[in-house]
């Protein structure tokens, strides 16, 4: 009797919390499983190589990188995401559904990993406040709802957390401890950070043999770091990032100078919250839920409870040497306005910080304001995840209608012309990686003709999809003199509403001549 009740004391708390998620998931859920941002078609495609050819190079390119960098690329993204998605498709298929239920799994391990380490450091009433509060942040549930990298970073994140505050040392932790850290690099590369600070925590903490986990660390992570970290970051295609433009400055002073333009423009966008009341009221939610945590370190550091706070203050060290480190290079080399999405990752370590503050801080303020503190920051967040949730969903909604069309338009077109093409140029026409797949796409046309020939240096390009806005397009009409050619080496097989389809010429041998 003593060992059921015992058991089901252990379970329940984790029936409890999948109950609750999965009421989440489906109150929240999209109207059909299918991919609606740009990005994710980037992911499914480079994990489906990887299923079918254990390939990473990507199916999408620029041509500017292309020019550059050469082809084939592998992604500007690492493949940690996708890695995970490869799993997925391994078990349940290549099909858009599947990385959804990939996500699901990955939140409510989250949210499992968050309730073990709320226990561990307080009580098991603050993992189910943690739990909850990161359940309700405003990009959880939206972004499960998506193929994007932030619910699996936030689950390896935990996983890294879990194996560093909870196992006791040994050299299996260590080793662990270096996969899960290679992997959360992988998917987000700021969170290589988290090598030098599990470092320190293990240095201050000083537990018996925590040498054993030091050495197998350092051993697992130098190993993985020659043999997958730097295969797996080389030759990656160029992105026309902030930071991809500031550090190719030759001149330091000038480096120096766009540096401080960005952090500059970045400060703009972070007081703009009428501008952008997404990023707005999630700013607003990260520093509501800071503000608790710095509340009880100032607390602890005033009534000289350091000691006795251990594990909280060694967690607070941990998140906030992870987060400050990313949010400044956000700052400063990338758009805030990306960066949200990127710093959401910590809004795990971020919940379990402030309700295991609020607890900590209960003697201070006694038990009636602590619950009206709660009970207030649920309501804000709720707010700001409603907010949050509504718009994002309309923009990817927006996202989704242009991704099928730009889609669907061209595969009309090689139906047409009853061909295989294994290179298309066509401007943002993501999806059709996805929908014709193995096709490779060049999604960002070349500016000149001068750039398409160099670019055709690189690649053959079978279909070639231009309007008459194009630049491309333009000088073209303005050299040659006519549509029908493109720069003497492709000519129009089909055209309409304002769009030209050009093939090679000695690929349109055979191929008649089509006109609507």
Known sequence: ??????????IFPYLLLFIITAIALYISKPVSLQIRWNDETLYYTIAQNIVRHFDFNSNHYLASSIIQKGYPTKDTHLPGYPLILAVGFLIGGINEATPFFVNYLLLILT???????????????????ASFIYLIYPYTLVLTH?????????????????????QKESFLKGIFLGLAIVLAYLIKPFLLTFFPASIAILWIEKNQYYKKTLLSLLFSFGLLFVTVLIPLSQNQEIYPYAATRILSQSNLTDMLRMIWENFLFNCTLIINLKKFPVYGTITISMLMLWSINLAVLATASYQKKLQQWEKYINLSIFTLVNFLSA???FLLL????????????????????????????????????????????????SYSN???????????????????THSFRLEKVISKLSIKPQVVMSEKNRYLAIANYPTQVIWELPQTLQELRQVEKKVSIDLIELKESDPIFQENLQVYGNVNLLDNRYILQYQNQGFYYYLQVSQSNGITHLKM
Do not use: D
Not at 146 to 166: D, H, K, N, P
Not at 334 to 357: C, D, E, K
Not at 386 to 404: D, E, K
């Open 1 to 10: 009797m003593t060992f059921r009740r015992n058991l089901f004391s252990h």
């Open 111 to 129: 949210i499992f990993l968050i309730f073990t380490v709320g226990r561990f450091i307080a009580n098991q009433w603050v993992g189910f406040g």
């Open 146 to 166: 998506s193929v994007m990298t932030e619910i699996s970073a936030a689950a390896v994140i935990m996983v890294v957390v879990y194996l560093l505050f909870v």
């Open 327 to 329: 949010l400044m290079a």
């Open 334 to 381: 990338y758009q805030y306005i990306n960066a949200t999405r990127g710093l959401a990752v910590f809004s795990p370590l971020m919940a379990i910080l402030s309700v295991t503050g609020l607890w900590l801080l209960t003697p201070q303020l006694k038990t009636k304001k602590v619950v009206a503190i709660g009970l207030g920051i649920c309501l804000c967040l």
């Open 386 to 404: 409603f907010v949050t949730f509504h718009l994002l969903r309309q923009t990817q909604q927006g996202q989704s209608q242009r991704l099928s």
